[in-house]
């Protein structure tokens, strides 16, 4: 699947997260003495911490800075190997195989952002799905915290703050103004569920 996704009306928090994606993908300026280089960032954490929807709320945010935007799903060998063969057909290849989507990202210079979600399963040889070049954006989000070997530069979700967790708890629970009462039950609420965004 290449189409990517949007996040959720109610996405709260993690602006930390945010900001430092858009500073690592931020477009650096050339000169002669700095190097092209691809940029590969790892969202890890547990199932249900937000990494999909921060990815998603980054592009959301901030699309208008690439050209393309790939979502590869990774549920097996096969899911990414339909979204790669996906990305050829998508630019106009006529492809006989999946690596015909790598090419393509290989070829074009142009400011590219691949999302490969969910990263999961370490039988999986993710690293040979992963374009190998000197120029392009891509953020995986994983619960394998194993994958910051192949990964320079990651961030791990943990629980929301106190603050971020009422305030998503809220969004999801009343759609009215609340008394004050409900706020304070809301916040024991939270505070019961961690703060965890899935609880």
Request: net charge negative.
């Amino acid at each position: 699947m290449t189409h990517c996704p949007k996040s959720t009306p109610t996405f709260t928090g993690r602006e930390n997260v945010l900001a430092e994606l858009t500073d690592f993908f931020s477009e650096a300026l050339l000169s002669e003495e700095t190097e092209r280089t691809e940029k590969i960032f790892l969202l890890y954490g547990l199932g249900g911490a937000g990494k999909t929807q921060t990815a998603l709320e980054f592009v959301r945010r901030f699309k208008s800075r690439f050209m393309k935007i790939f979502f590869i799903t990774t549920e097996s060998e096969n899911s990414i190997q339909v979204s790669y063969f996906d990305i050829a057909l998508s630019n106009g290849i006529a492809a006989q195989n999946w690596e015909a989507g790598l090419d393509w990202l290989h070829i074009h210079e142009e400011n590219w952002l691949i999302i490969i979600d969910n990263a999961d399963d370490p039988k999986i040889p993710f690293s040979e799905y992963i374009p190998s070049c000197d120029h392009g954006n891509i953020i995986v989000t994983s619960r394998n915290a194993e994958l910051q070997i192949i990964i320079d530069k990651c961030q791990e979700l943990q629980s929301l703050t106190p603050i971020e967790g009422d305030q998503l708890l809220l969004k999801h629970a009343m759609r009215n103004s609340m008394t004050e009462s409900q706020e304070e039950m809301a916040a024991k609420i939270a505070k019961e569920l961690h703060y965890f965004p899935l609880a």
